[in-house]
C-alpha cells in the first residue's frame, strides 16, 4: 500500500494564482482531513470529509475549497492565492468507527508559497 | 474548548539520555490522547494513542506516555535517546463530534547531541 499520498510536494504560486493540491489514498479510510501547518502552530484544520460527497469546514476554511466524489480521493482548491496560505498543507485519512478515534495517517506534505 | 499545551518550544538532549516532553490538555470529559512524530520534510507518525484502561501507554521506538488526570498531563517519555529520534512532536486531544476532532498542540523540537 501507498498510504495516502500528495501531490505537488512543492510549489511556487504568484498572489491570484489558483491550484489545487492533490490526496489519495489506498486504505480505503472513510474519513479524510486537510490540515495546514504553520510555524510554532501546530496543524489547523481546514476541511474534513466523513465520506464519498460528504465534505465539511474545519477550523479554517476560508480561502480553499474540496470535494470528495470517491473514497481515495480529497483534492484541497485555492482560489485567489494569497500570501497567507502560504504554509504546508498535510492530508490525512483514516477509518473511523462509532465508537472511538482512530488514528490519522499522513501524507508527506505540500509545501506552498505565494509571493 | 480543547486545547493542547506543549511548554517546551525546542529541547536538546545528549545521546543516550532520557527524554521527557511534557503535554497538558484542556477538556472536560475523559480525552482521547496522542503523540506524533514528525521528521524532517515527512508527515506525521503516531507514536502512541490513550483511550482508556492503563494509564501508561507504550508506543514505538521505545516510546511511553503516563496519563495523569489529576494533573491534565499525557508527559512522552524515553529512557534513551539515539541520535534519530531528532524530530517535532505532537501532542493531540481528541474528541469524537461529527467527525474525529483532534487538535495539535503547537509542537516540541527535539535536537540530539552525540
Known amino acids: 500500500n501507498a498510504g495516502v499520498t500528495q501531490t505537488p510536494k512543492f510549489r511556487i504560486l504568484k498572489i491570484g494564482q489558483s491550484m489545487t493540491l492533490q490526496c489519495a489514498q489506498d486504505?480505503?479510510?472513510?474519513?479524510m482531513y486537510w490540515y495546514r501547518q504553520d510555524p510554532g502552530m501546530g496543524l489547523k484544520l481546514i476541511y474534513y470529509?466523513?465520506?464519498?460527497?460528504?465534505?465539511d469546514k474545519g477550523e479554517v476554511p476560508n480561502g480553499y475549497n474540496v470535494s470528495r466524489s470517491t473514497t481515495e480521493d480529497f483534492p484541497l482548491r485555492l482560489e485567489l492565492a494569497a500570501p497567507s496560505q502560504t504554509s504546508v498543507y498535510f492530508c490525512?485519512?483514516?477509518?473511523?468507527?462509532?465508537?472511538?478515534?482512530?488514528?490519522?495517517?499522513f501524507g508527506p506534505g505540500t509545501r506552498l508559497l505565494v509571493l | 474548548a480543547q486545547s493542547v499545551t506543549q511548554p517546551d518550544i525546542h529541547i536538546t538532549v545528549s545521546e543516550g539520555a532520557s527524554l521527557e516532553l511534557r503535554c497538558n490538555y484542556s477538556y472536560g470529559a475523559t480525552p482521547y490522547l496522542f503523540w506524533y512524530v514528525q521528521s524532517p520534510g515527512q508527515g506525521l507518525q503516531l507514536l502512541l494513542k490513550?483511550?482508556?484502561?492503563?494509564?501508561l501507554v507504550q508506543g514505538i521506538k521505545g516510546f511511553e506516555a503516563e496519563f495523569k488526570r489529576s494533573q491534565s498531563s499525557f508527559n512522552l517519555r524515553k529512557p534513551s535517546v539515539h541520535w534519530s529520534d531528532a524530530a517535532e512532536y505532537f501532542c493531540?486531544?481528541?474528541?469524537?463530534?461529527?467527525?474525529?476532532?483532534?487538535?495539535f498542540g503547537p509542537g516540541t523540537s527535539l535536537s540530539v547531541i552525540p
Open positions: 470529509s466523513v465520506g464519498a460527497g460528504i465534505t
Open positions: 486504505m480505503n479510510h472513510n474519513y
Open positions: 490513550y483511550f482508556s484502561g492503563d494509564t
Open positions: 490525512a485519512s483514516s477509518y473511523s468507527l462509532a465508537g472511538g478515534i482512530e488514528t490519522q495517517y
Open positions: 493531540a486531544v481528541g474528541e469524537k463530534t461529527s467527525y474525529d476532532k483532534v487538535i
